[in-house]
């Protein structure tokens, strides 16, 4: 296996820190040839000095000279700015574009990368959800595997190795149920974000983990799977399981099942993605039956988080739905995480932005982004008005 240069799209969040990791464990596989972050100066400075890469971009350009200033002894290209992004993804070095970035931000880079024929390790699962069909054809297009990073679709693309894709009968997606697991909508209008932020096995960024707590996160990874396994909407189930050992599970037409187990570390999807096609040896701890004798599992409640029902929803109808749902969700999160509202009214609003936004059949690039802007402009004037 040769050694593969990475690009980081967000190295300074949740995957990000956890992708150097691996390259750190693993330096002769693997460089870490781009690393960038949207603000996190100081952390992306301290990850620059000890990884050497090739360019480094600070998203806000208010921390631009003082991130060139404090890495003027390094040999590395200093960039800032949102447009940089999609310019570094296109540096010949570079093997393997990792997005991890947050929301509708990785679409133009991810876009970009393709362009260039990277291969895509995709850990910003909006990017699918927002414009899975532009993304999808734009790869085969350019001949570019998009390798997935999130366990669930890891989990997926593991079982599916070496079978044939017309033999799939299901895609089942297993969700931990969040910290609310098993509460009513009553007990749901009292919790905080801090509440929400407690989730029972992952440690995660605070917008995915609401997500997850909202059931949002597995609505977006319905999406997700859709566009990249090929399957009908009807092919896709979602099941909780609240030990987060059985990270996804695959149907076949002869009735058999395949799963793929392991503890909830996200180093292992991040490791399968960088070295596939092949699987490498790492230090991370292994899973122990005796530990998790029992495993269980049970249908999400749709009608307490009604997420998940609206991202099916988005999906059957196609088009620039998904965009909306994604752009609304974005926005009333942070509005959440601000205290401005409760945690049902995330879903009521998501809903009603949903039902407002003028529907586009088949939106171009450019009108996803529009479609983007104007679905957070309705959704934070309705959050004004609830005020």
């Known amino acids: 296996m040769r050694k593969k240069s990475i690009a980081i799209l967000g190295s300074t969040g949740s995957i990000g820190t956890q992708t150097l990791a691996v390259i750190k464990e693993h330096p002769d596989l693997f460089k870490a040839e781009v690393l960038t972050a949207a603000n996190n100066y100081s952390l992306l400075i301290e990850q620059a000095k000890q990884f050497q890469p090739k360019a480094v971009v600070i998203g806000n350009t208010e921390f631009y000279s003082l991130v060139k200033e404090t890495l003027a002894d390094e040999d590395i290209q200093v960039y800032a700015g949102t447009e940089a992004l999609s310019e570094v993804v296109q540096i010949p070095s570079v093997d393997v574009v990792l997005t991890a970035l947050v929301g509708f931000s990785g679409l133009l880079p991810t876009v970009q990368a393709i362009k260039a024929q990277k291969t895509i390790a995709l850990a910003n699962k909006e990017t699918l959800v927002v414009a899975g069909a532009l993304i999808t054809e734009l790869a085969k297009q350019n001949g570019v595997d998009i390798l997935p990073v999130d366990s669930e679709h890891s989990a997926i693309f593991q079982c599916l190795v070496?079978?044939?894709?017309?033999?799939?009968?299901?895609?089942?997606?297993?969700?931990?149920?969040?910290?609310?697991?098993?509460?009513?909508?009553?007990?749901?209008?009292?919790?905080?974000?801090?509440?929400?932020?407690?989730?029972?096995?992952?440690?995660?960024?605070?917008?995915?983990?609401?997500d997850s707590a909202s059931l949002m996160n597995k609505g977006l990874e319905v999406i997700e799977a859709y566009w990249l396994f090929g399957v009908d909407v009807c092919q896709i189930d979602v099941v909780v399981h609240p030990q987060s050992i059985v990270h996804s599970m695959v149907q076949f037409k002869d009735g058999s099942i395949k799963a793929q187990l392991g503890l909830p570390d996200m180093m292992l999807p991040i490791q399968y993605a960088l070295a596939y096609p092949q699987r490498v040896e790492n230090s991370l701890p292994r899973m122990d039956f005796n530990t998790f004798s029992q495993l269980?599992?049970?249908?999400?409640?749709?009608?307490?988080?009604?997420?998940?029902?609206?991202?099916?929803?988005?999906?059957?109808?196609?088009?620039?739905?998904?965009?909306?749902?994604?752009?609304?969700?974005?926005?009333?999160?942070?509005?959440?995480?601000?205290?401005?509202?409760?945690?049902?009214?995330?879903?009521?609003?998501?809903?009603?932005?949903?039902?407002?936004?003028?529907?586009?059949?088949?939106?171009?690039?450019?009108?996803?982004?529009?479609?983007?802007?104007?679905?957070?402009v309705y959704a934070l004037e309705a959050i004004q008005k609830q005020k």
Not at 341 to 361: A, G, H, R, V
Request: charged letters at 25%; one cysteine or more; proline letters at 5%.
């Open 162 to 210: 070496g079978e044939e894709p017309s033999s799939i009968e299901k895609l089942i997606l297993t969700a931990s149920g969040g910290p609310f697991r098993g509460k009513d909508r009553e007990y749901l209008r009292t919790v905080s974000f801090k509440d929400a932020l407690k989730h029972p096995n992952w440690t995660m960024g605070q917008k995915i983990t609401i």
């Open 296 to 376: 269980s599992f049970e249908q999400p409640d749709t009608a307490t988080f009604s997420n998940l029902r609206l991202a099916y929803e988005a999906l059957n109808k196609g088009g620039s739905m998904p965009c909306v749902l994604n752009a609304a969700n974005e926005v009333v999160v942070a509005a959440f995480l601000k205290q401005q509202i409760d945690f049902l009214q995330m879903s009521e609003l998501i809903e009603e932005t949903m039902l407002k936004i003028d529907f586009e059949k088949n939106p171009d690039l450019e009108t996803f982004s529009e479609i983007d802007h104007q679905s957070r």
